[in-house]
């Protein structure tokens, strides 16, 4: 694993270096089928990291946002975004992620996040203790959704139905924070919110951030506590507290 | 007015001297009567600018978010907000920022926005063009709406009149995004956003906004379209690109 770990540094280095010198300058901004935003930032990034699993681990399978799965039925399987949060990233936020992760027969057993404008790195993963900047980080007790910070990205990623259970747990809860996507799991990982819940997702936005929480003590499951892995439906909730995120859980079930 | 900037200057180091130590700490997190979250680096930064101000310009105003207000009908006011997005700040989000602005019997006469974890200081003033760490910026054209990329902190702060007026705005727009309080502003000073709308601020959060959007070739108003003072209903609308800030007046008002 510790290889693993090794290559994925590289991996997010390579991603870093590509990214950062065009936060902040003019570029096109392509709208791929679902409308949402894609540069060149993105597709340069996910492309060198593709080139580098390919030269390095041949038979591993690779799960990207912008080119694709290939071999993605391999043993190991590397899920990638080079850059969640395209919309701040445009927008001159840093505040967006690159997001490493390596899946063992469809469960994630490694991720990586990476802000490449603020150089800050979370990585965790099966047996390594989840850290930033390569220091230890634990998830946060909160004992009560009352004294929870909770967020979201946008509550239009919610279907109604979704809306109004996320609102339940809204109302109860301490503060709310919008925006932000992989960066507000970040927190959560280093104890400074309490709880994320969103919808919508794929694999390579939330492999990568699975891994860090649950190995900084926290958990981050489906909306029916299952584990998350490259089949799950997109309904995430990650909290720091594990006896809170049962509390939720059973709010977002019932 | 150089000499008021560089004095503008001078209290944004000392707030950034503060406040910067103390993000991602253990800190105690207080509730306001209106249930916003208050900190020590919040109190602690205030009562160091309202010192500076007292000695240096003892016959000014200030006008503060944590302090209230003191001698505020005089000619020139110190207007304050040593955290503008406290959530953030609580939740290790570096997008928070101080505010600082003077305004001359009531109007913005200069602005500044300070990111202090990020280092980043954006300012501007009447005969001031507007800077990013020393750098002149310029907001960008943006022809249409539907070009737009538009953002506001939570639609939560909208009473349900306003939200039906910002919805016909969003959805004419290309991109939405969530939170950021100043710090979207400050991107849109610097060309990266197009359009900000909100509603129910005060003047220490809208008065250093508008001075360094206005100087640095955008608009921000109220929803009547109307310059922004100590006396604004809190209702603001800042725009890039003037043509299309008139478009959108225009839209709100109907």
Redesign the interface.
Known sequence: MLAFLEFANSLADAAREIIAPLF?TPFAVDAKTDNS?VTIADRKAEQKMREMIMQKYPEHGICGEEFGRYNEDAEYCWVLDPIDGT??F??????FGTLISLVKNGVPVLGLIDQPI?KERWIGGKGIASTFNGKLIKTRPCPKLELA?I?T????LFTEHEKEKFKKVQKAAR??????DC??YA?LA?G??DVVIESGLKPHDFCALAAVIENAGGAMTDWEGKPLTLKSDGRVIAAGDRKLHKEILAMLTD
């Open positions: 902040r935003p919309k701040s445009i927008a001159g936020l840093p505040t603020n910070t967020s990205t946008s509550s239009y503060y709310i924070i919008y925006g932000y960066y507000a927190q280093s400074f919110i």
